[in-house]
C-alpha cells in the first residue's frame, strides 16, 4: 500500500511538472503528406514542401512548438476532430460541406482546379456534356473529387486514394482525363508527367466548387487558436516571409486577388 | 470343438438380456449459483447493454436526409461486393481444381508448380497482389495491347476480380485437397475392387465425403473474401467498404459504418443458411432416423424444382 501511495504522489508531481509545460503551447499540425509540391515526404522520411514552410513560419510567428503528425486523407477530418492534433495544414479547400464539421482560418492561398489529359487526346471542352461517357478520375474526398461525384455523373468517374495513383492511371491510358488543383497538377506536368499529359479546357474557378481558397483547418471550440493564426498570417504577409516561401516554390503569387 | 457346433450354442443361448433396465433420463443438473455463472451473466448483460445503446444511438441519430443521399451508393457498392465476391469464388474454385490436384500428384513437376502457386498467393497480402497486377499492367501497356489484353486489364473491375480469383484459388486449392487426403484410402480400394473406373470413384465416392469436410473451411474463406473485397477500393472498385468511407469523408457522420455493419451481417447470414442447408443435404446419410423423413422431404422438394 505504501508503494503504491509513494507512486501516485510521483505521478501527481509529473503532472504538475508537465503542466506549465503545456501551457508553453505545442501545436501538433496534422498533414497528408502525399501532395506535393504542397507537402509530400522524402525518401528519408522528411515532410517538405509549401505548406510546411507555411506551417512551420505561422508558428515561428505565434512563438509556439509545433509537430507534424502525418495522416492520410480521407481520415484527415475525423483525427482531428478526435484530437489527435490541433490543426490541418494539408491545402484543404475551405467549403460549405467541411466548415459543418470544422472551423476555418482566413485562406493561406488560392488555387483553381483544371482537367489534365494525354497530349494526343480530342478534349477540348470540359464540360459534364462534353465528358459524357468519358472516363475522368480524381482523388477521392478532394474538392476535385466530390465535384466529379456531384456533377459528372454521365461520365465514368473513377476516384482513387491519392493523386499519384490518378497520374499513374492517366499516364496508362486508363483515364481520359483527370480532375486536379492547378499548381499539384503543374507541378506533375512539369515533371513526371511531362511525357504523357497537358491541362486541356478552362479553369474551374467557382468559389460553389473550389470554395474560398486554402485554409487551415481547426476543431470548432477552437477560437483562439484561429485568432492567433489569422493574425500570424497577415504577419507573414506583411513582413515577406510568405513572399520569400511562395518564390521557393512558385514564379507567380499564390496568394490570389 | 467345430464351428458348427458354436453357432448351434449360440442359437440356442443368445447372448441378450432377459428383461432390460427401464430407459431413465439423467438426473437434473445441479444448477447453483456460482461465480462464473456470476460473471456470464454479467458479460452477457454488458452486451445487451452494448447493443441497446447502438440500436438507441441509430434512433436518436436517425437521418433520413443521409439516408436518401448515400443509401443508394451503399447498396451498388453491396452489389459490387457480391459481383466480385461470387465472380471471384466461382472461378476461384474452377482454377483450385486442377492446383488441388497438382498438390495431390505424385509427379515431381506438377507438385512442384501447384505449391509454388499456393505458397506464392498464400504468402503475400492480397493488397499487394491488387497493386501489383493492377497498376504492373499499367506500366506494360504497350506489350499488352500488342498481345491484345489491354482491353481486359484496362477495366479497374476485371484486375480486381482477376486478383481476388488468382487469391481465393490458392486458398481453396488448400482446402480441396486437404479434404481429398482426409478421405481413408480404404474408398479409393473399396471402389477398384468394385471394378470402377478412377473418374467414377472420384466422383461418387471420394468428392462426396470430401465435400464434407471441405464446407466448412470454404463457408470461411467466402466469409473472408466478403470481408477482403474492401480492398479492390484502393483501384477505385467501391464496394460496401469503400462506399461507406467514401460517405462517411462527405457527410462526417458515423452511423453509415453501422448501416454498413447491418448489411455485411445480412449477407454473411444468408450465406451461413446457405452453408446450412448445404450441410444437411451432404451429411443426409449421417442423420439419425428420426429426421431422415424431413431431409428425405427436402432433397425430394429440390429433385422436384
Not at chain 1, 507537402?39 to 514552410?53: C, K, P, R, Y
Not at chain 1, 476516384?159 to 482525363?177: C, I, K, M, S, V
Not at chain 2, 456470464?40 to 436517425?62: I, K, P, Q, S, Y
Not at chain 2, 451481417?265 to 450441410?279: M, P, Q, S, T
Request: hydrophobic content about 50%; aromatic content about 10%; overall charge negative.
Amino acid at each position: 500500500m505504501t508503494l503504491f501511495r509513494n507512486l501516485a504522489a510521483a505521478a501527481a508531481l509529473l503532472a504538475m511538472a508537465a503542466a506549465p509545460a503545456a501551457a508553453q503551447e505545442k501545436v501538433r499540425i496534422g498533414t497528408e503528406g502525399a501532395y506535393p509540391p504542397f507537402n509530400e515526404l522524402t525518401s528519408d522520411g522528411q515532410l517538405v514542401g509549401f505548406d510546411i514552410d507555411i506551417a512551420k513560419a505561422l508558428c515561428e510567428e505565434m512563438q509556439v512548438e509545433c509537430e507534424f503528425v502525418t495522416q492520410d486523407w480521407d481520415g484527415i477530418i475525423p483525427a482531428l476532430l478526435a484530437g489527435k492534433y490541433d490543426a490541418i495544414v494539408a491545402s484543404m479547400s475551405i467549403t460549405e460541406e467541411r466548415k459543418q464539421q470544422v472551423d476555418f482560418t482566413d485562406r493561406y492561398y488560392t488555387s483553381p482546379v483544371a482537367f489534365m489529359a494525354a497530349k494526343d487526346s480530342d478534349i477540348t471542352e470540359v464540360t459534364p456534356e462534353a465528358l459524357a461517357g468519358k472516363s475522368v478520375g480524381a482523388q477521392s474526398s478532394t474538392i476535385s473529387g466530390n465535384h466529379l461525384q456531384d456533377a459528372y455523373g454521365e461520365s465514368d468517374v473513377r476516384l482513387y486514394p491519392t493523386q499519384d495513383e490518378a497520374n499513374a492511371d492517366l499516364e496508362a491510358g486508363r483515364l481520359d482525363a483527370v480532375l486536379v488543383d492547378k499548381f499539384v497538377g503543374q507541378e506533375w506536368i512539369d515533371s513526371a508527367g511531362a511525357e504523357c499529359c497537358t491541362f486541356v479546357g478552362e479553369d474551374i474557378t467557382d468559389t460553389a466548387v473550389v470554395g474560398e481558397g486554402i485554409g487551415i483547418a481547426l476543431r470548432q471550440d477552437d477560437d483562439e487558436l484561429r485568432e492567433k493564426i489569422n493574425a500570424a498570417i497577415t504577419a507573414i504577409r506583411e513582413n515577406g516571409t510568405y513572399k520569400e516561401i511562395n518564390d521557393k516554390y512558385f514564379d507567380f503569387d499564390v496568394y490570389g486577388e | 470343438m467345430s464351428g458348427r457346433e458354436t453357432a448351434g450354442a449360440a442359437a440356442e443361448k443368445p447372448y441378450v438380456a432377459a428383461t432390460l433396465i427401464a430407459p431413465e433420463p439423467p438426473p437434473p443438473s445441479a444448477r447453483r449459483v456460482s461465480k462464473a455463472r456470476i460473471a456470464g451473466t454479467a458479460m452477457l448483460l454488458l452486451w445487451v447493454a452494448a447493443a441497446a445503446g447502438l440500436l438507441a444511438f441509430l434512433a436518436r441519430e436517425w437521418n433520413p436526409e443521409l439516408l436518401a443521399r448515400y443509401g443508394p451508393s451503399l447498396l451498388s457498392g453491396l452489389l459490387v461486393t457480391v459481383e466480385l465476391v461470387s465472380l471471384s469464388v466461382i472461378l476461384g474454385a474452377a482454377l483450385a481444381l486442377p492446383v488441388a490436384a497438382g498438390r495431390l500428384s505424385a509427379n515431381k513437376l506438377f507438385g512442384a508448380a501447384a505449391y509454388g502457386y499456393v505458397y506464392f498467393f498464400r504468402g503475400t497480402p492480397l493488397l499487394a497482389q491488387t497493386f501489383l497486377i493492377y497498376y504492373g499492367a499499367g506500366q506494360f501497356r504497350e506489350p499488352l495491347e500488342a498481345a491484345g489484353l489491354w482491353w481486359f486489364f484496362r477495366d479497374a473491375f476485371n484486375c480486381a476480380a482477376f486478383t481476388f480469383t488468382l487469391n481465393t484459388a490458392a486458398y481453396q486449392a488448400e482446402i480441396y485437397q486437404g479434404a481429398i487426403r482426409g478421405v481413408a484410402r480404404g474408398q479409393w480400394e473399396g471402389g477398384r475392387a468394385l471394378g470402377l473406373p478412377r473418374a467414377i470413384i472420384f466422383l461418387k465416392v471420394i468428392a462426396p465425403q470430401a465435400l464434407v469436410t471441405a464446407l466448412r473451411p470454404l463457408g470461411n474463406e467466402v466469409i473472408f473474401m466478403i470481408k477482403g473485397s474492401a480492398i479492390a477500393s484502393v483501384v477505385t472498385v467501391y464496394d460496401l467498404m469503400g462506399e461507406t468511407r467514401l460517405a462517411f469523408s462527405r457527410s462526417f457522420d458515423f452511423q453509415v459504418y453501422l448501416w454498413a455493419a447491418a448489411l455485411y451481417l445480412v449477407l454473411v447470414e444468408a450465406l451461413r443458411r446457405v452453408w446450412d442447408a448445404a450441410e444437411v443435404r451432404l451429411t443426409r446419410h449421417l442423420q439419425r432416423a428420426q429426421a431422415a423423413p424431413k431431409a428425405r422431404k427436402a432433397a425430394g422438394k429440390q429433385m422436384g424444382a
